[in-house]
């Protein structure tokens, strides 16, 4: 898709989950797509994972839509093939001009379990 970075798993070592490790790796992410003429960003996770939606919403994303629910959030049926259902997620960089800020620092709560 023209203009689209895509991210398949992020993932922060559970001892350092909490330290906005997983939000400076997205960002420099998302810095260096919008340098190349991304103007969004697209990645996904697993249906019932919480922890990865919590935070891939405070980053910024936005669920796509979809008839499918689980646990309340919208999910692609058969996604990453037959069976593998997957949330998908989209940040449009033209309305988050800040990319690339922040460093890795201390926050409050742990990271998900499962991708
Ligand atoms: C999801 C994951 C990458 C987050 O990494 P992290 O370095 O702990 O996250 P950060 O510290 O950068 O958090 C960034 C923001 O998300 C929020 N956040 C992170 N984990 C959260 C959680 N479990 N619940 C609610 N919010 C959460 C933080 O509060 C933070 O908000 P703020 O910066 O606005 O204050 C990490 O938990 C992980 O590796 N999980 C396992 C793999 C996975 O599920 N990956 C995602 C699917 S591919």
Do not use: K
Not at 31 to 44: P, Q
């Amino acid at each position: 898709m023209p203009g689209a970075a895509y991210v398949h798993v992020i993932g922060v070592d559970p001892a350092h989950r909490g330290q906005r490790i997983g939000r400076w790796l997205h960002e420099q992410f998302a810095t260096t797509a919008s340098r190349r003429g991304a103007t969004v960003v697209r990645c996904i996770t697993s249906p019932g994972n919480r922890a990865s939606v919590a935070f891939h919403t405070r980053l910024g994303f936005e669920v796509e839509p979809s008839a499918t629910l689980v646990d309340g959030v919208a999910v692609q049926s058969d996604y990453d093939g037959p069976g593998l259902d997957r949330v998908c997620f989209v940040r449009d960089l033209s309305r988050q001009p800040g990319v690339g800020a922040g460093r890795p620092g201390s926050v409050a709560g742990d990271g998900g379990e499962d991708a």
